[in-house]
C-alpha cells in the first residue's frame, strides 16, 4: 500500500522559531509537492519537486524552503514562523511518468504559531 | 495562470439524495479535472477524474461532467450515505508527459444526514 508519512500531525510554536516539516514517501515517486491548506482557500501550492536536489516555487513560496536531498524525503522549512503561517501543511508524492500524475497526500500536518 | 472555482462551499443533504458540486476555470488549455475527497484527519485521495476528449465518466454512485466551451465541470454523487461526508476538492491541470501541476478548486465540506 502506498505511504506518504508527514511526521508531526501537530505543532506549536512561536513567532520567530525556525520550524521543519518532515515528509516521506515508500513508492519511489520522482515528484514531491507541499501545499498548504486553508478554509475556503483550497490547496495552494508551496514547493514542489521533481529529482533530488531540484526545487521550483509554487504559488505561495514566501517565507519558506525546502531541502530535498534524498528521493524519498522533502522538507519544508520555516524560517522564521509568524502567526500567518498558522495552516494545515500537506505532503504529495507522484509519479512522474504516465498521464495523470496522481497525487499521493500524507494526513497532514497542523501548525499553530502563536 | 489557471484559476478554478468551487461552488457551493458547503452542502447538506439527507441520506439518499444526490448531490452536486460545480467547478469553473479559467484556462482554456487546461485538459485534466480530477476530483479528490478529504475525509477526516486524512489526506486527500483521488476518486474520480476525467480529460478533456470525454464530457463524462461514471463509477458506480459518482459521476463527473465536463463542458469545455462553457469551462466547467461538476461532481454528482447519487444515493448518498453518510461515508460520503468528506471534503471535495475539484482540480484542473495541463497534463503532460512530464506530469502535471494541479490548481485546485476552494473545497465543498458535504454533510450527508442520516
Known amino acids: 500500500d502506498v505511504k506518504v508519512t508527514q511526521s508531526s500531525r501537530y505543532l506549536v510554536k512561536r513567532t520567530g522559531e525556525k520550524v521543519f516539516l518532515e515528509c516521506v514517501q515508500d513508492?519511489?515517486?520522482?515528484?514531491m509537492f507541499w501545499y498548504r491548506q486553508d478554509p475556503g482557500l483550497g490547496l495552494r501550492l508551496i514547493y514542489f519537486?521533481?529529482?533530488?536536489?531540484?526545487?521550483e516555487k509554487g504559488d505561495i513560496p514566501e517565507g519558506y524552503s525546502v531541502s530535498r536531498e534524498k528521493k524519498e524525503r522533502f522538507s519544508l522549512i520555516l524560517e522564521s514562523a509568524s502567526t500567518n503561517q498558522t495552516s494545515m501543511y500537506l505532503c504529495?508524492?507522484?509519479?512522474?511518468?504516465?498521464?495523470?500524475?496522481?497525487?499521493?497526500f500524507g494526513e497532514g500536518s497542523r501548525l499553530t504559531v502563536l | 495562470g489557471e484559476n478554478v472555482e468551487q461552488h457551493p462551499s458547503t452542502l447538506s443533504v439527507q441520506e439518499g439524495d444526490s448531490a452536486v458540486i460545480k467547478c469553473t476555470y479559467s484556462?482554456?488549455?487546461?485538459?485534466?479535472f480530477p476530483w479528490y475527497k478529504q475525509e477526516l484527519g486524512k489526506g486527500p485521495q483521488l476518486i474520480i477524474d476525467?480529460?478533456?476528449?470525454?464530457g463524462e465518466k461514471k463509477d458506480q454512485r459518482i459521476a463527473v461532467t465536463l463542458n469545455k466551451t462553457a469551462k466547467h465541470f461538476s461532481l454528482h454523487i447519487t444515493e448518498t450515505q453518510p461515508e460520503d461526508s468528506a471534503v471535495y476538492f475539484c482540480?484542473?491541470?495541463?497534463?503532460?508527459?512530464?506530469?502535471?501541476?494541479?490548481?485546485f478548486g476552494g473545497g465543498t465540506r458535504l454533510m450527508v444526514k442520516p
Open positions: 504529495a508524492s507522484s509519479y512522474s511518468g504516465g498521464w495523470t500524475g496522481e497525487l499521493f
Open positions: 513508492m519511489d515517486h520522482e515528484n
Open positions: 519537486s521533481y529529482d533530488v536536489k531540484m526545487k
Open positions: 484556462d482554456s488549455a487546461s485538459n485534466y
Open positions: 476525467i480529460r478533456s476528449n470525454v
Open positions: 482540480a484542473a491541470s495541463i497534463s503532460d508527459n512530464a506530469g502535471n501541476m494541479l490548481t
